[in-house]
């Protein structure tokens, strides 16, 4: 059974920078992204990033330029550097590994808090 496991939140002022880590554990097959998410208090679940086996990345808009993805395939873990923190930023944020086998698939890790406020 593959686990995800996210740590890094905490509180920052406008501006300020985080760095998330996010550490999966079991046996994984085949290939596979790990992903950020966010869902502030009463809003939906948005993406934040994503980043591929081979390192490709993908970043939603009102992050792009101020967060980066990155990925240690030998310690198999991910990262998302937060810069130039907003206030909107301020979220549960996410860990998901997806897998295509057997079938496609989201691990989910239990969230961890980020809030920016002064």
């Known amino acids: 059974q593959v686990q995800v496991v996210e740590s890094g939140g905490g509180l920052v002022q406008p501006g300020g920078s985080l760095r998330l880590s996010c550490e999966a554990s079991?046996?994984?097959?085949?290939?596979?992204?790990m992903a950020w998410y966010r869902r502030a208090p009463g809003l939906q679940r948005d993406f934040v990033a994503n980043i591929g086996s081979a390192g490709d990345t993908t970043y939603a808009d009102y992050v792009r330029g101020r967060f980066t993805i990155s990925r240690d395939n030998a310690k198999n873990t991910v990262d998302l550097q937060m810069n130039s923190l907003k206030p909107e930023d301020t979220a549960v944020y996410y860990c998901?590994?997806?897998?295509?086998?057997?079938?496609?698939?989201?691990?989910w890790g239990q969230g961890t808090q980020v809030t920016v406020t002064s």
């Open positions: 079991g046996s994984i097959s085949g290939l596979y992204l």
């Open positions: 998901a590994l997806i897998t295509f086998e057997p079938t496609m698939n989201y691990i």
